[in-house]
């Protein structure tokens, strides 16, 4: 079974950083053959988008909210993909969830994904 689990959430000050990372496992295909993405969820609001990745990792994406700011990654031999998050602010406060496409092609519709993780939480003070 096909599975992804995010970690390093926690609480950092307005101004910090944190790494997410993301592993996939139980893979019968290509690590590379899909995108992933990232996307947030805060309290009463509705998830949304934050970053993706094609297959290859060539191509990025990032919602305007966190360009600048984030920067994805993958490494396709170890089956990761990275959320490296500066500049946090306390609207970043969200939990993050990784999600594993259907297609090689990188996307912003959560129904392109078909295989999201638990997620992890991300607290920004201010």
């Known amino acids: 079974q096909v599975q992804v689990v995010e970690s390093g959430g926690g609480l950092v000050q307005t101004g910090g950083s944190l790494r997410l990372s993301c592993a996939a496992s139980g893979l019968t295909f290509a690590f590379n053959s899909k995108a992933l993405g990232w996307f947030r969820q805060a309290p009463e609001k509705e998830r949304e988008f934050v970053a993706t990745i094609s297959g290859s990792g060539r191509i990025p994406h990032y919602a305007g909210s966190v360009k600048g700011r984030f920067t994805i990654s993958r490494d396709n031999a170890k089956n990761t993909v990275f959320l490296e998050m500066n500049s946090l602010e306390p609207e970043d406060t969200a939990i993050y969830y990784c999600?594993?496409?259907?297609?090689?092609?990188?996307?912003?519709?959560?129904?392109?994904?078909?295989?999201w993780g638990l997620g992890t939480q991300v607290t920004v003070s201010s």
């Open positions: 999600a594993l496409s259907r297609y090689t092609d990188i996307s912003t519709n959560p129904s392109q994904y078909d295989t």
